[in-house]
């Protein structure tokens, strides 16, 4: 069979420019050229490395992905997770099957604190299928048999599960938290406490802008002295074509200046505009090799669940999330417009508000049912009188 020559080059014999005997330098040539400009093949990219090392294939393809790092990083740990739970019922992922993936997802991550070990919730359960999905999917061109495993829980809902409500703090919560943190900054100031006690005044306003202003622990990570305004009670994380314009609430006020006055004391003319809010203590453990001044995100969480525990807050989701949720509640009580929600927290888009009105507002009923639930005194019974 003699093999055909590209479009272009029989052009080119018809018009006199290049010679049969010229032709098959001409094709080799153009094959060259092609081999020049082909990609490398992924070392990582085929079916055995994908059985035999799953979290390196895996990690090497997503590489390629459209997404953004951060969205990488959590699907990286969402599928190390998955491997190592599969490896320990003694599968590969070419036995992987649905009902693999039902079990999966029923069990607790044993990576968190025992207190926050529990099944996935309906989100995380969907993002589990779809990616798995999608592996298994680019499994199947690489030249694995059998049906996509991912794709089957998708038909039977295996991803289906119903989120727990955002979790709002009451006002009773409210209150005891903003007491603990007024109450602790009064205690240190009247004993005299200065700069030995820099952790406590610093984690007491950490918890009072995160209540206060709204911040999530990204936002204390990287935040820095120019984006605070004292004057207008205003904190500024604003980029490009994404405005994010906190208002800090009264009350989060004096824990927020007790912390800067102890800071400048502290770091004197080392201090400037880019300085760190809050600082990581570096004299101790692992933070005696850091390169950074910023706390971690681990460290924020657990400071935070520290605070909240001493104010009787516990139980689920009694986070750092939690106190920005109770935030936009202030603002919504406050009459706050989309608009200004989506300005004061740094909202992405106003559908992001209006989930938030919707999830306050169920809150507000679930809140007003457990109340009314509870037996009412006597409307004749003097309380204020102890009992014979």
């Known amino acids: 069979m003699i093999a055909m020559a590209p479009w272009p080059f029989i052009t080119y014999m018809l018009n006199g420019m290049i010679t049969p005997s010229h032709l098959p330098l001409a094709i080799h040539a153009i094959k060259r050229q092609r081999m020049k400009n082909m990609q490398p093949a992924d070392l990582f990219d085929s079916l055995n490395s994908w059985l035999d090392a799953p979290q390196i294939a895996y990690a090497s393809w997503l590489s390629r992905q459209p997404y953004a790092a951060s969205t990488k990083t959590v699907y990286i740990a969402m599928f190390t997770r998955f491997c190592e739970w599969l490896g320990e019922q003694g599968?590969?992922?070419d036995r992987c099957e649905k009902d693999d993936l039902r079990r999966f997802l029923d069990t607790a991550n044993p990576n968190l604190p025992e207190s926050r070990r529990r099944p996935q919730t309906g989100r995380q359960r969907q993002q589990y299928v779809r990616q798995l999905e999608r592996v298994f999917v680019h499994l199947n061109a690489l030249g694995l048999a059998g049906l996509n495993p991912g794709r089957e829980a998708g038909y039977d809902r295996v991803g289906q599960n119903k989120d727990k409500?955002?979790?709002?703090?009451?006002?009773?919560?409210r209150g005891a938290v903003v007491q603990t943190i007024e109450q602790a900054v009064t205690r240190l100031e009247l004993e005299g406490r200065g700069l030995e006690a820099w952790l406590e005044y610093r984690d007491l306003?950490?918890?009072?802008?995160?209540?206060?202003?709204?911040?999530?622990?990204?936002?204390?990570?990287r935040l820095t002295l120019n984006c605070i305004d004292l004057a207008e009670a205003r904190i500024d994380l604003s980029l490009p074509r994404y405005t994010h314009r906190a208002r800090i609430m009264p009350f989060a006020m004096a824990p927020l200046r007790a912390w800067l006055l102890i800071q400048a004391k502290r770091k004197g003319k080392e201090?400037?505009?880019a300085h760190p809010i809050f600082e990581g203590d570096r004299s101790v453990g692992y933070g005696r090799t850091a390169k950074s001044l910023f706390m971690h995100a681990s460290s924020i969480h657990r400071r935070t669940q520290r605070c909240l525990e001493a104010a009787g807050v516990t139980g689920d989701?009694?986070?750092a999330q939690t106190l920005r949720n109770t935030y936009a509640g202030l603002l919504i009580d406050a009459g706050a417009s989309d608009s200004e929600l989506v300005d004061f927290m740094g909202l992405k888009a106003s559908v992001t508000s209006t989930r938030l009105r919707q999830a306050y507002a169920q809150s507000q009923v679930s809140q007003e049912s457990?109340?009314?639930?509870?037996?009412?005194?006597?409307?004749?019974q003097n309380t204020d009188q102890p009992r014979e």
């Not at 457990?370 to 004749?380: C, D, E, I, K």
């Open 317 to 319: 989701r009694a986070c």
């Open 165 to 173: 409500p955002t979790r709002f703090l009451s006002d009773k919560e």
């Open 205 to 221: 306003a950490l918890v009072a802008l995160l209540l206060g202003a709204g911040l999530k622990v990204s936002h204390v990570e």
């Open 91 to 93: 599968k590969r992922l």
């Open 271 to 273: 201090m400037n505009g």
């Open 370 to 380: 457990v109340t009314s639930a509870l037996p009412a005194a006597h409307p004749l």
